[in-house]
Every structure is written in structure tokens, then in C-alpha cells.
T-cell receptor, first 110, second 114 residues
Framework: GQNIDQPTEMTATEGAIVQINCTYQTSGFNGLFWYQQHAGEAPTFLSYNVLDGLEEKGRFSSFLSRSKGYSYLLLKELQMKDSASYLC???????????FGKGTKLSVKP | GAGVSQSPRYKVAKRGQDVALRCDPI?????LFWYQQALGQGPEFLTY????????KSGLPSDRFFAERPEGSVSTLKIQRTQQEDSAVYLC????????????FGSGTRLTVV
């Protein structure tokens, strides 16, 4: 079966660092994606990992361990505008659909 | 166009009514996906097209749901005899189909069945 788990909600302080974890169990693996979604808006792409290790892009980094079925999204220097839902998604096969977790709602407080 | 366009943005339907939701993908994108997103949940896969061919419809919840992409560009998701449980945001995404990271989502159609 398919299962993607991430925390439902997290709260952090402006300027701080937050790590959002994601664990997955899928039939196949062809990439792990992180999306940001503000309420009422489209999910927007943040990062993509297909090999183990850390991918850094500005204030956002994403880590993948395929052997552990584990990823995290690291957000540094948090800003109020980072308050949103963060979606972890796995693609089981090349060119296939994405399987999403339920999302983590992040609230950034002053 | 520059992005994925979906219409209408909002739709209110009476229970039992048929609805049609439209998705205009990024020009040249081979792959097109439909997802259903309930409030506070992640998107759930409905169906997938590669050009005009519907390669996977395993996520469609019942035979009241039907999708088409006759010319390999615009796609329509049709829901017949809508029920309250169909209330959700319907998201469309397109990708070049090359296996990379380039999935682009539209803003969705929020369907409310009353």
C-alpha cells in the first residue's frame, strides 16, 4: 500500500529554523517532492529529491534517505509569509502521478 | 499560457446536478493530472492523461466521475449527479512528461454541493 506521514501542525517563531519531517511507504520510488500551499491557492513547487542527501535552495533545504523512507524540509530565517501548508509527495514511477501526504500546517508567529 | 488555468474558480451545485470543470494546461505539456483536495487534506489523485490517452483512472471515486482530453490539450472533469461528499477543491496539474520535477498546479475549482 501507500502511506505518507507528516505532522498535522507546527508552530515556529519568526527568524527561527523549522524542520518538517515526512516518512513514506510506497510500492516504488522515483522522487520526493515538497510543495507549499497557501490557503485557497495552488500548491507551488519547493524541492525535489531523487538521490540521498541534502538539496539546498536559498532558505529552503530538503533531505532524503531512501533506505529509511524519510525526508525533511528545513526552513531557515522564517518569515511571516512562510505560514502555509507544506505538502510532501512521492512519485512511484517515472512520469507518474504524485502521492501526497495530508500536509503540515505551519504557523509562524512574531 | 504561462500557467495552468482552471475554470470556474468556484462552483455551487445543487445535489443531483451535473458539473463540468475545465483545465487548460501549460502549452506543450504532455502529462495532465486531476486531483481532489478536501479541506485540510492533501491532494488525492483522480486520473492521468498522456496527450489524449487516459492512462490511469484508478483514483476516480465512482462511475459518476468522468474525464476527457480529446485533443491532448484542454481537459474536462465531469461529475454527474453530484452529491455532498463531492464538495472539494479539484486541482489540475500538468508536466512536460519527461520524468523531472516540472509539475505545475492550477489554482483549482472549489466545488460546493448544496
Amino acid at each position: 500500500g501507500q502511506n505518507i506521514d507528516q505532522p498535522t501542525e507546527m508552530t515556529a517563531t519568526e527568524g527561527a529554523i523549522v524542520q518538517i519531517n515526512c516518512t513514506y511507504q510506497t510500492s516504488g520510488f522515483n522522487g520526493l517532492f515538497w510543495y507549499q500551499q497557501h490557503a485557497g491557492e495552488a500548491p507551488t513547487f519547493l524541492s525535489y529529491n531523487v538521490l540521498d542527501g541534502l538539496e539546498e535552495k536559498g532558505r529552503f533545504s530538503s533531505f532524503l534517505s531512501r533506505s529509511k523512507g524519510y525526508s525533511y524540509l528545513l526552513l531557515k530565517e522564517l518569515q511571516m509569509k512562510d505560514s502555509a501548508s507544506y505538502l510532501c509527495a512521492v512519485r512511484e514511477r517515472s512520469q507518474g502521478n504524485l502521492i501526497f501526504g495530508k500536509g503540515t500546517k505551519l504557523s509562524v508567529k512574531p | 499560457g504561462a500557467g495552468v488555468s482552471q475554470s470556474p474558480r468556484y462552483k455551487v451545485a445543487k445535489r443531483g446536478q451535473d458539473v463540468a470543470l475545465r483545465c487548460d494546461p501549460i502549452s506543450g505539456h504532455v502529462s495532465l493530472f486531476w486531483y481532489q483536495q478536501a479541506l485540510g487534506q492533501g491532494p488525492e489523485f483522480l486520473t492521468y492523461f498522456q496527450n489524449e490517452a487516459q492512462l490511469d483512472k484508478s483514483g476516480l471515486p465512482s462511475d459518476r466521475f468522468f474525464a476527457e482530453r480529446p485533443e491532448g490539450s484542454v481537459s474536462t472533469l465531469k461529475i454527474q449527479r453530484t452529491q455532498q461528499e463531492d464538495s472539494a477543491v479539484y486541482l489540475c496539474a500538468s508536466s512536460p512528461g519527461t520524468g523531472g520535477a516540472g509539475y505545475t498546479f492550477g489554482s483549482g475549482t472549489r466545488l460546493t454541493v448544496v
